[in-house]
Protein backbone atom coordinates (compact mmCIF):
# COMPACT_ATOMS: atom_id res chain seq x y z
CA UNK A 1 0.00 0.00 0.00
CA UNK A 2 1.48 3.35 -0.92
CA UNK A 3 0.65 6.35 0.26
CA UNK A 4 1.01 10.10 -1.84
CA UNK A 5 2.94 12.52 0.71
CA UNK A 6 4.74 15.90 0.18
CA UNK A 7 8.18 16.28 0.42
CA UNK A 8 8.16 18.38 3.12
CA UNK A 9 6.45 15.30 5.48
CA UNK A 10 9.80 12.97 4.72
CA UNK A 11 11.17 11.07 7.78
CA UNK A 12 14.50 9.46 7.77
CA UNK A 13 13.71 5.67 6.84
CA UNK A 14 10.66 5.86 5.15
CA UNK A 15 10.72 3.71 1.97
CA UNK A 16 10.04 4.93 -1.70
CA UNK A 17 7.29 3.04 -3.03
CA UNK A 18 6.92 4.47 -6.71
CA UNK A 19 10.42 5.49 -8.73
CA UNK A 20 10.79 8.83 -9.09
CA UNK A 21 11.36 10.24 -12.57
CA UNK A 22 11.82 13.67 -13.80
CA UNK A 23 9.99 15.30 -16.43
CA UNK A 24 12.41 13.75 -19.70
CA UNK A 25 11.46 10.29 -18.26
CA UNK A 26 14.73 9.94 -16.32
CA UNK A 27 14.76 8.18 -12.91
CA UNK A 28 16.26 10.49 -10.28
CA UNK A 29 15.58 7.57 -7.89
CA UNK A 30 14.59 3.85 -7.86
CA UNK A 31 11.65 2.44 -6.06
CA UNK A 32 12.24 0.65 -2.31
CA UNK A 33 15.06 3.15 -1.64
CA UNK A 34 15.21 3.76 2.45
CA UNK A 35 14.54 8.09 1.95
CA UNK A 36 17.29 10.05 3.88
CA UNK A 37 17.79 13.81 4.29
CA UNK A 38 20.67 13.94 1.57
CA UNK A 39 17.41 12.51 -1.03
CA UNK A 40 15.09 15.14 0.14
CA UNK A 41 17.97 17.74 -0.61
CA UNK A 42 18.10 15.95 -3.77
CA UNK A 43 14.54 16.04 -4.84
CA UNK A 44 14.02 19.53 -3.90
CA UNK A 45 16.65 20.64 -6.23
CA UNK A 46 15.13 18.65 -9.23
CA UNK A 47 11.97 20.60 -8.36
CA UNK A 48 9.39 17.07 -7.03
CA UNK A 49 7.03 18.04 -5.12
CA UNK A 50 5.83 14.96 -3.98
CA UNK A 51 6.51 11.22 -3.80
CA UNK A 52 4.84 7.90 -3.05
CA UNK A 53 5.80 6.27 -0.34
CA UNK A 54 5.07 2.55 1.42
CA UNK A 55 2.92 3.39 4.17
CA UNK A 56 3.39 0.62 6.90
CA UNK A 57 0.28 1.71 8.94
CA UNK A 58 -2.22 1.43 6.63
CA UNK A 59 -3.67 -1.51 6.72
CA UNK A 60 -7.54 -0.11 6.06
CA UNK A 61 -7.61 -1.85 3.05
CA UNK A 62 -6.96 -5.14 4.71
CA UNK A 63 -9.82 -4.66 7.25
CA UNK A 64 -12.63 -7.50 7.33
CA UNK A 65 -16.03 -6.05 7.31
CA UNK A 66 -19.25 -7.95 8.26
CA UNK A 67 -21.53 -8.91 4.87
CA UNK A 68 -24.04 -6.72 6.72
CA UNK A 69 -21.96 -3.61 6.16
CA UNK A 70 -20.73 -4.39 2.74
CA UNK A 71 -24.82 -4.87 1.93
CA UNK A 72 -25.38 -1.07 2.96
CA UNK A 73 -22.18 0.09 1.91
CA UNK A 74 -23.08 -1.26 -1.40
CA UNK A 75 -26.49 0.35 -0.87
CA UNK A 76 -24.86 3.63 -0.40
CA UNK A 77 -22.79 3.50 -2.94
CA UNK A 78 -25.87 2.48 -5.99
CA UNK A 79 -27.47 6.01 -4.61
CA UNK A 80 -24.63 7.81 -5.39
CA UNK A 81 -22.71 6.13 -8.43
CA UNK A 82 -25.66 5.50 -11.35
CA UNK A 83 -22.95 4.68 -13.57
CA UNK A 84 -20.85 1.73 -14.49
CA UNK A 85 -17.39 1.71 -14.55
CA UNK A 86 -15.40 1.15 -17.87
CA UNK A 87 -11.81 0.90 -17.29
CA UNK A 88 -8.87 0.56 -14.42
CA UNK A 89 -9.34 4.11 -13.31
CA UNK A 90 -12.94 4.18 -12.98
CA UNK A 91 -12.62 0.31 -10.96
CA UNK A 92 -9.80 2.61 -8.56
CA UNK A 93 -12.36 5.11 -7.92
CA UNK A 94 -15.10 3.13 -7.24
CA UNK A 95 -13.00 1.07 -5.15
CA UNK A 96 -12.06 4.32 -3.62
CA UNK A 97 -15.37 5.36 -2.66
CA UNK A 98 -16.23 2.51 -1.09
CA UNK A 99 -13.63 2.09 0.95
CA UNK A 100 -14.69 5.62 2.29
CA UNK A 101 -18.32 4.56 2.81
CA UNK A 102 -17.02 1.52 4.74
CA UNK A 103 -14.60 3.69 6.84
CA UNK A 104 -17.84 6.48 7.83
CA UNK A 105 -20.15 3.15 8.66
CA UNK B 1 -38.05 39.91 -12.42
CA UNK B 2 -36.46 36.92 -14.85
CA UNK B 3 -34.21 35.38 -13.17
CA UNK B 4 -31.22 36.04 -15.81
CA UNK B 5 -31.73 39.84 -15.87
CA UNK B 6 -31.51 39.58 -11.89
CA UNK B 7 -28.53 37.99 -11.86
CA UNK B 8 -26.52 40.21 -14.99
CA UNK B 9 -27.98 42.95 -12.79
CA UNK B 10 -26.08 41.50 -9.66
CA UNK B 11 -23.53 40.74 -11.44
CA UNK B 12 -22.76 44.52 -12.48
CA UNK B 13 -23.35 45.86 -8.68
CA UNK B 14 -20.96 43.30 -7.44
CA UNK B 15 -19.67 43.92 -4.13
CA UNK B 16 -16.30 45.15 -5.08
CA UNK B 17 -13.19 43.55 -3.92
CA UNK B 18 -10.82 44.20 -0.24
CA UNK B 19 -8.36 47.18 -1.26
CA UNK B 20 -5.73 44.59 -0.35
CA UNK B 21 -6.62 42.37 -3.56
CA UNK B 22 -7.05 45.37 -5.87
CA UNK B 23 -3.86 47.43 -4.77
CA UNK B 24 -2.09 43.88 -5.65
CA UNK B 25 -3.55 43.61 -8.65
CA UNK B 26 -2.29 47.38 -9.82
CA UNK B 27 0.79 46.77 -8.69
CA UNK B 28 1.29 43.19 -10.06
CA UNK B 29 0.24 45.02 -14.26
CA UNK B 30 3.55 47.04 -13.57
CA UNK B 31 6.79 45.22 -14.60
CA UNK B 32 9.05 47.38 -12.45
CA UNK B 33 7.18 46.60 -9.21
CA UNK B 34 9.45 45.33 -6.68
CA UNK B 35 8.89 41.83 -4.36
CA UNK B 36 9.62 44.32 -1.55
CA UNK B 37 6.69 47.08 -3.00
CA UNK B 38 4.47 43.68 -3.13
CA UNK B 39 5.25 42.32 0.05
CA UNK B 40 4.53 46.06 1.68
CA UNK B 41 0.82 46.18 0.07
CA UNK B 42 -0.26 42.35 1.33
CA UNK B 43 1.50 43.49 4.72
CA UNK B 44 -0.88 46.05 5.30
CA UNK B 45 -3.71 44.04 5.79
CA UNK B 46 -2.81 41.81 8.78
CA UNK B 47 -5.75 39.64 8.97
CA UNK B 48 -5.17 38.88 5.13
CA UNK B 49 -0.88 38.34 6.21
CA UNK B 50 -1.54 36.27 8.55
CA UNK B 51 -4.12 33.78 6.79
CA UNK B 52 -1.16 33.28 3.82
CA UNK B 53 1.31 32.87 6.27
CA UNK B 54 -0.58 29.85 7.43
CA UNK B 55 -1.82 28.56 4.03
CA UNK B 56 1.64 29.13 3.23
CA UNK B 57 3.36 26.57 5.60
CA UNK B 58 0.78 23.79 5.41
CA UNK B 59 2.14 20.72 4.18
CA UNK B 60 -0.60 21.28 0.98
CA UNK B 61 2.30 23.32 -0.55
CA UNK B 62 4.91 21.30 0.70
CA UNK B 63 7.60 23.42 0.88
CA UNK B 64 10.60 23.05 3.84
CA UNK B 65 11.21 25.18 6.32
CA UNK B 66 8.96 27.84 7.74
CA UNK B 67 7.76 30.60 6.15
CA UNK B 68 7.49 33.67 8.77
CA UNK B 69 7.07 36.74 6.39
CA UNK B 70 5.20 37.79 3.10
CA UNK B 71 8.11 38.53 1.13
CA UNK B 72 9.61 34.85 2.02
CA UNK B 73 5.77 33.50 1.06
CA UNK B 74 6.10 35.45 -2.67
CA UNK B 75 9.85 33.96 -2.88
CA UNK B 76 8.88 30.30 -1.79
CA UNK B 77 5.20 30.12 -3.71
CA UNK B 78 5.88 32.62 -6.67
CA UNK B 79 3.95 36.04 -6.62
CA UNK B 80 0.95 34.56 -8.72
CA UNK B 81 0.29 31.58 -6.22
CA UNK B 82 0.17 34.35 -3.35
CA UNK B 83 -1.82 36.48 -5.68
CA UNK B 84 -4.28 33.60 -6.06
CA UNK B 85 -4.97 32.70 -2.28
CA UNK B 86 -5.19 37.02 -1.38
CA UNK B 87 -7.70 36.69 -4.15
CA UNK B 88 -9.25 33.31 -2.74
CA UNK B 89 -9.55 34.67 1.42
CA UNK B 90 -10.89 38.35 -0.49
CA UNK B 91 -14.01 36.35 -2.46
CA UNK B 92 -14.81 34.15 0.20
CA UNK B 93 -14.93 37.27 2.67
CA UNK B 94 -16.99 39.10 -0.31
CA UNK B 95 -19.79 37.07 -0.33
CA UNK B 96 -22.26 36.89 2.92
CA UNK B 97 -21.77 33.43 4.30
CA UNK B 98 -25.32 33.82 6.58
CA UNK B 99 -27.51 32.62 3.43
CA UNK B 100 -28.73 29.27 4.66
CA UNK B 101 -31.02 27.00 2.84
CA UNK B 102 -31.88 24.32 4.53
CA UNK B 103 -29.32 21.55 3.74
CA UNK B 104 -27.01 23.73 1.43
CA UNK B 105 -24.82 26.84 3.18
CA UNK B 106 -22.34 28.88 1.51
CA UNK B 107 -19.98 27.35 4.39
CA UNK B 108 -20.46 23.72 2.67
CA UNK B 109 -20.10 25.62 -0.77
CA UNK B 110 -16.59 27.10 0.21
CA UNK B 111 -15.76 23.88 2.03
CA UNK B 112 -16.54 21.69 -1.04
CA UNK B 113 -14.56 24.25 -3.51
CA UNK B 114 -11.30 23.90 -1.00
CA UNK B 115 -11.53 20.29 -1.27
CA UNK B 116 -11.71 20.62 -5.16
CA UNK B 117 -8.80 22.66 -4.89
CA UNK B 118 -6.93 20.36 -2.71
CA UNK B 119 -7.56 17.28 -5.05
CA UNK B 120 -7.03 19.49 -7.92
CA UNK B 121 -3.55 20.41 -7.13
CA UNK B 122 -2.80 17.00 -5.90
CA UNK B 123 -3.91 15.25 -9.21
CA UNK B 124 -1.70 18.23 -11.51
CA UNK B 125 1.21 17.16 -8.87
CA UNK B 126 1.08 13.36 -9.45
CA UNK B 127 0.86 13.87 -13.54
CA UNK B 128 4.24 15.62 -13.13
CA UNK B 129 2.71 19.34 -14.06
CA UNK B 130 5.25 21.80 -13.95
CA UNK B 131 3.24 24.50 -13.52
CA UNK B 132 1.19 23.99 -10.51
CA UNK B 133 0.11 27.81 -9.79
CA UNK B 134 -3.86 27.93 -10.64
CA UNK B 135 -4.74 24.56 -9.78
CA UNK B 136 -5.73 25.60 -6.26
CA UNK B 137 -7.23 28.71 -7.49
CA UNK B 138 -9.44 26.93 -10.29
CA UNK B 139 -10.62 24.46 -7.68
CA UNK B 140 -11.71 27.38 -5.30
CA UNK B 141 -13.80 28.69 -8.24
CA UNK B 142 -15.14 26.40 -10.25
CA UNK B 143 -18.70 26.46 -8.44
CA UNK B 144 -18.85 30.42 -8.13
CA UNK B 145 -22.17 30.25 -9.90
CA UNK B 146 -23.55 28.71 -6.96
CA UNK B 147 -22.62 31.55 -4.79
CA UNK B 148 -24.00 34.25 -7.68
CA UNK B 149 -27.42 32.18 -6.32
CA UNK B 150 -27.37 32.23 -3.49
CA UNK B 151 -26.71 36.00 -3.34
CA UNK B 152 -29.00 37.57 -6.27
CA UNK B 153 -32.04 34.67 -6.36
CA UNK B 154 -32.47 33.48 -3.02
CA UNK B 155 -35.83 32.39 -3.34
CA UNK B 156 -35.46 30.65 -6.61
CA UNK B 157 -32.34 28.49 -5.00
CA UNK B 158 -34.22 27.66 -2.29
CA UNK B 159 -36.55 25.62 -4.41
CA UNK B 160 -33.79 24.05 -6.76
CA UNK B 161 -32.77 22.67 -3.22
CA UNK B 162 -35.95 21.51 -2.61
CA UNK B 163 -36.15 19.93 -6.07
CA UNK B 164 -32.61 17.86 -5.79
CA UNK B 165 -34.13 16.28 -3.10
CA UNK B 166 -38.04 15.80 -4.35
CA UNK B 167 -37.03 14.82 -8.10
CA UNK B 168 -33.65 13.37 -6.82
CA UNK B 169 -31.54 14.90 -9.36
CA UNK B 170 -28.18 16.73 -9.23
CA UNK B 171 -28.08 20.09 -8.69
CA UNK B 172 -27.49 21.39 -11.69
CA UNK B 173 -30.22 20.00 -13.71
CA UNK B 174 -32.11 21.31 -11.07
CA UNK B 175 -31.18 24.98 -11.53
CA UNK B 176 -31.64 24.33 -15.26
CA UNK B 177 -35.69 23.76 -14.96
CA UNK B 178 -36.29 26.23 -12.23
CA UNK B 179 -33.63 28.75 -12.97
CA UNK B 180 -33.09 28.27 -17.07
CA UNK B 181 -29.22 28.44 -17.05
CA UNK B 182 -27.20 26.31 -14.30
CA UNK B 183 -23.93 27.29 -12.50
CA UNK B 184 -21.73 27.06 -14.75
CA UNK B 185 -23.26 29.69 -16.54
CA UNK B 186 -23.91 31.95 -13.77
CA UNK B 187 -20.38 31.23 -12.79
CA UNK B 188 -19.20 32.28 -16.63
CA UNK B 189 -20.96 35.85 -16.77
CA UNK B 190 -19.64 36.63 -13.14
CA UNK B 191 -15.74 35.03 -13.35
CA UNK B 192 -15.66 37.43 -17.27
CA UNK B 193 -17.14 40.15 -15.46
CA UNK B 194 -14.33 40.11 -12.50
CA UNK B 195 -11.82 39.71 -15.24
CA UNK B 196 -10.61 36.15 -14.09
CA UNK B 197 -7.87 34.64 -16.09
CA UNK B 198 -9.19 33.20 -19.40
CA UNK B 199 -7.93 29.50 -18.07
CA UNK B 200 -10.08 29.87 -14.66
CA UNK B 201 -13.11 31.16 -16.79
CA UNK B 202 -12.83 27.89 -19.01
CA UNK B 203 -13.16 25.87 -15.40
CA UNK B 204 -16.08 27.71 -14.44
CA UNK B 205 -18.23 26.76 -17.44
CA UNK B 206 -16.45 23.65 -18.39
CA UNK B 207 -15.84 21.76 -15.46
CA UNK B 208 -18.70 19.34 -15.74
CA UNK B 209 -17.73 18.37 -19.01
CA UNK B 210 -13.71 18.32 -18.48
CA UNK B 211 -12.79 19.21 -22.21
CA UNK B 212 -13.83 22.15 -24.65
CA UNK B 213 -13.70 20.82 -27.88
CA UNK B 214 -10.51 18.44 -28.69
CA UNK B 215 -8.23 20.65 -26.58
CA UNK B 216 -5.59 18.80 -24.21
CA UNK B 217 -6.26 20.99 -20.94
CA UNK B 218 -4.96 19.57 -18.03
CA UNK B 219 -5.61 22.15 -15.68
CA UNK B 220 -9.86 21.99 -16.63
CA UNK B 221 -9.51 17.78 -16.87
CA UNK B 222 -8.26 18.01 -13.15
CA UNK B 223 -10.90 20.03 -12.12
CA UNK B 224 -13.07 17.78 -13.52
CA UNK B 225 -12.26 14.81 -11.84
CA UNK B 226 -10.97 16.64 -8.57
CA UNK B 227 -15.00 17.69 -8.65
CA UNK B 228 -15.60 13.62 -8.79
CA UNK B 229 -12.97 13.19 -5.95
CA UNK B 230 -14.56 15.87 -3.57
CA UNK B 231 -18.12 14.38 -3.82
CA UNK B 232 -16.45 11.11 -3.08
CA UNK B 233 -14.62 11.50 -0.30
CA UNK B 234 -17.83 14.35 0.64
CA UNK B 235 -14.70 17.40 1.47
CA UNK B 236 -17.63 19.99 1.92
CA UNK B 237 -21.16 19.68 0.07
CA UNK B 238 -21.81 20.78 -3.54
CA UNK B 239 -25.84 20.61 -3.05
CA UNK B 240 -26.40 17.41 -3.60
CA UNK B 241 -24.54 13.95 -3.33
CA UNK B 242 -23.95 12.18 -7.13
CA UNK B 243 -20.70 11.18 -7.69
CA UNK B 244 -20.63 12.31 -11.38
CA UNK B 245 -19.51 10.02 -14.22
CA UNK B 246 -15.93 10.92 -15.26
CA UNK B 247 -15.66 12.33 -18.80
CA UNK B 248 -13.65 9.10 -20.28
CA UNK B 249 -11.70 11.69 -22.10
CA UNK B 250 -9.84 13.21 -18.86
CA UNK B 251 -8.20 9.59 -18.16
CA UNK B 252 -6.46 9.49 -21.36
CA UNK B 253 -5.58 13.52 -21.07
CA UNK B 254 -4.29 13.02 -17.28
CA UNK B 255 -2.14 9.37 -17.67
CA UNK B 256 -2.41 9.50 -13.51
CA UNK B 257 -0.02 7.17 -12.23
CA UNK B 258 -1.82 3.74 -11.20
CA UNK B 259 -2.88 3.35 -7.35
CA UNK B 260 -3.24 7.46 -7.23
CA UNK B 261 -6.68 7.15 -5.56
CA UNK B 262 -6.22 4.52 -3.06
CA UNK B 263 -2.64 6.93 -1.88
CA UNK B 264 -3.41 10.25 -2.53
CA UNK B 265 -6.52 9.51 -0.17
CA UNK B 266 -5.13 10.24 3.10
CA UNK B 267 -3.33 13.65 1.90
CA UNK B 268 -6.11 14.80 0.37
CA UNK B 269 -8.59 14.58 3.67
CA UNK B 270 -5.39 15.83 6.00
CA UNK B 271 -4.95 18.97 3.95
CA UNK B 272 -8.62 19.63 3.11
CA UNK B 273 -9.04 19.72 6.78
CA UNK B 274 -5.64 22.04 7.67
CA UNK B 275 -7.02 24.87 4.84
CA UNK B 276 -10.80 24.64 5.75
CA UNK B 277 -9.89 25.85 9.30
CA UNK B 278 -7.60 28.18 7.99
CA UNK B 279 -9.57 29.95 5.00
CA UNK B 280 -12.94 29.47 6.38
CA UNK B 281 -12.20 31.02 10.35
CA UNK B 282 -13.31 34.40 10.50
Not at chain 2, 13 to 25: F, G, Q, R
Request: net charge neutral; with cysteine; proline share 3%.
Amino acid sequence: MSKLISIDEIQDGMILAEPIQNRFGHTLLGANIKLEEKHVKFLKSCGIQTIYIVDENDNSSNKQYDSETLEKAKALLNQRITWRPKNEYENELIEFVTQHILEKL
Amino acid sequence: MDVIKKIIEGVSNLPTLPTVYTNLSQAMENPNTTKEEIARIISADQAASFKILKVANSPFYGLRGRVDTITQALLYLGFNEVKNIVFALSVINAFSKNKNFKKFTPIDLWAHSIGVGVATRLIGAAVGEKNLENYFLAGIFHDIGKLVFFEYVPNEYAKVIDLVETKKIPVKDAELEILGLNHARAGQLIAEKWKLPQSVVNIVSSHHTGLIGNNVNTLLAAVHLGDIIARALDLGYGGDNYIPEPNIKVWDILKLPKGFFSSARKKMKDDFDRLTKIMLSD
